[in-house]
T-cell receptor
Framework: GEDVEQSLFLSVREGDSSVINCTYT??????LYWYKQEPGAGLQLLTY?????DMKQDQRLTVLLNKKDKHLSLRIADTQTGDSAIYFC?????????????FGKGTKLSVKP | DVKVTQSSRYLVKRTGEKVFLECVQD?????MFWYRQDPGLGLRLIYF???????EKGDIPEGYSVSREKKERFSLILESASTNQTSMYLC??????????FGPGTRLTVL
């Protein structure tokens, strides 16, 4: 079945770049998403990429998509302590016709001062 | 701004109680979802609904039921709460294949 895999933990120093990786299985996914969850809060959409794109940049965030390898990454430049959160990768299921998403287990990013 | 609200942020119930978790969205979204989030397990889909009075089982529907009588409201029901249903419950809504908008979550503890 469909599955989204990501590592559970990442620790970086303030000012460094963070790279969070994700692999997915559904080649028909239309959109791939990155969500951020701060402590005690719900998930908030950070960015997304359409499946026919290779890269998307939005200020400090860069999303890279390797569709052949079904690999998605999120790079956060100049990581700040406020970036500490859990980051979820998600793929749309069945082409996204009903808005169903499959989420990874989340990567907890810890930023040390 | 899309707003998804959940009736409670924290809830404590006893084993065997019937529990209602309410979710309301204000953007006329067709699709609504209930997830539970547990450490090390990520988000798991319990039920979803893509229209009023429609419901579909997700990955872990056992022990839960849902109700969607109005488009804006999606309720999750625990008929007889058990301790293994202690979890964070997240509601989300979406319009077709666009992003899902999440509520703040309800942390349910079953004693």
């Amino acid at each position: 079945g469909e599955d989204v895999e990501q590592s559970l933990f990442l620790s970086v120093r303030e000012g460094d770049s963070s790279v969070i990786n994700c692999t997915y299985t559904d080649s028909s996914s239309t959109y791939l998403y990155w969500y951020k969850q701060e402590p005690g809060a719900g998930l908030q959409l950070l960015t997304y990429i359409f499946s026919n794109m290779d890269m998307k940049q939005d200020q400090r965030l860069t999303v890279l998509l390797n569709k052949k390898d079904k690999h998605l990454s999120l790079r956060i430049a100049d990581t700040q302590t406020g970036d500490s959160a859990i980051y979820f990768c998600a793929e749309s299921l069945d082409g996204g016709s009903q808005g169903n998403l499959i989420f990874g287990k989340g990567t907890k990013l810890s930023v040390k001062p | 701004d899309v707003k998804v609200t959940q009736s409670s942020r924290y809830l404590v119930k006893r084993t065997g109680e019937k529990v209602f978790l309410e979710c309301v969205q204000d953007m006329d979204h067709e699709n609504m979802f209930w997830y539970r989030q547990d450490p090390g397990l990520g988000l798991r889909l319990i039920y979803f609904s893509y229209d009023v009075k429609m419901k579909e089982k997700g990955d872990i529907p056992e022990g839960y039921s849902v109700s969607r009588e109005k488009k804006e409201r999606f309720s999750l029901i625990l008929e007889s709460a058990s301790t293994n249903q202690t979890s964070m419950y997240l509601c989300a809504s979406s319009l077709t294949e666009n992003e899902q908008f999440f509520g703040p979550g309800t942390r349910l503890t079953v004693l």
